[in-house]
């Protein structure tokens, strides 16, 4: 109960009006275990990625927890290789974990930005806050603490049902789905093919990007203790909510064109997009190279977002 009503305390004032394109801090983190059926002919086998709802006092961000973790244990092992190797050169051996889409959502501005790394830049997607027609029922459910109350609604061709949290007022919750009166802390469509499960919710404290302690997190529910760990952009800190500054601005159809080059001929893509870097670069200087291997792409016959019938 302690730490219900310091999460919701947190969050109190949230409804001030705000400039969406400020920094804001996270006051909350909420967990999901993220499920996702991509393949209908091997069910028993769907993607599952470890996902976090960052919450601040005026927007959101939604974002990979596995792969926060994965920076972070690649910051120390760079730290660590730089230490032993005087000369400045070694190897570090990565093994990526999580995806890198990341959705930010500013609900007084009604804005919803997604960001999408892509080979050596960063594309931003701006767009408006979907409106869903949610109904709220009358059922409620307790998830750590937290109060919640039942709401359905079909969106992007899936019946979604949703508990969200009225003591936590942001109008935000995972991925897309927003617009209910406080944080959606769990979603599922009927056909449990696109799970967003509580999974934890914590008080976030910031730490500084220098300092590599952990602060251990009080969580609700999911096996075993959970840390706070220095990773992502924004000086090292996944706490800060901040757009990208350096982003390409594009639209979700061009950057749909761009993703299907890539899968075509990942090489040529690769290549392109190097020799516009080197262009640029100043005379005399070193130019970049960079190659990529990719593997077999997994099998998606089974989008997040369906369309309408």
């Known amino acids: 109960m302690k730490i219900y009503l310091a999460i919701c305390a947190a969050l109190a004032g949230t409804c001030q009006a705000a400039e969406a394109q400020k920094p804001d801090t996270a006051q909350v983190l909420v967990h999901y275990k993220f499920t996702h059926v991509r393949d209908t002919t091997n069910r028993d086998h769907p993607y599952t990625e470890n996902m976090g709802l960052y919450i601040g006092r005026n927007s959101s961000a939604y974002r990979s927890y596995d792969n926060i973790l994965e920076q972070a244990e690649a910051k120390k092992q760079m730290e660590a290789a730089l230490a032993s190797s005087p000369d400045g050169h070694f190897n570090i051996q990565r093994h990526r974990r999580g995806s890198s889409s990341e959705y930010y959502q500013f609900p007084n501005d009604k804005k919803l930005a ?120 924004n000086g090292g800190d996944p706490n800060i909510i901040q757009l990208p500054k350096n982003a390409i601005k594009t639209t979700d159809k061009e950057f749909s064109k761009l993703q299907e080059a890539m899968r075509k001929d990942p090489d040529a893509f690769v290549q392109s997009m190097m020799a516009a870097h080197n262009a640029n670069r100043p005379a005399g200087s070193d130019q970049m190279k960079i190659n990529i291997k990719m593997g077999p792409q997994p099998v998606n016959n089974n989008p997040i977002e369906l369309p309408e019938k």
Request: with cysteine; charged share 25%.
């Open 114 to 233: 997604r960001k999408e790394p892509l080979v050596m830049d960063t594309y931003l997607i701006d767009d408006a806050m979907p409106a869903i027609d949610w109904k709220i029922s009358n059922d409620t459910a307790t998830f750590g603490g937290l109060h919640c109350q039942k709401a359905a609604a079909h969106f992007k061709g899936r019946d979604y049902t949703a508990w969200f949290c009225p003591d936590m007022p942001l109008h935000v919750g995972p991925w897309k789905l927003n617009g209910l009166p406080g944080v959606i802390v769990q979603a599922y469509d009927a056909k449990k093919d696109v799970q967003f499960m509580f999974d934890g919710v914590e008080k976030v404290f910031v730490t500084k990007p220098d300092k590599q302690e952990k602060l251990a997190e009080t969580k609700s529910d999911g096996p075993g203790p959970r840390m706070i760990v220095i990773g992502g952009d």
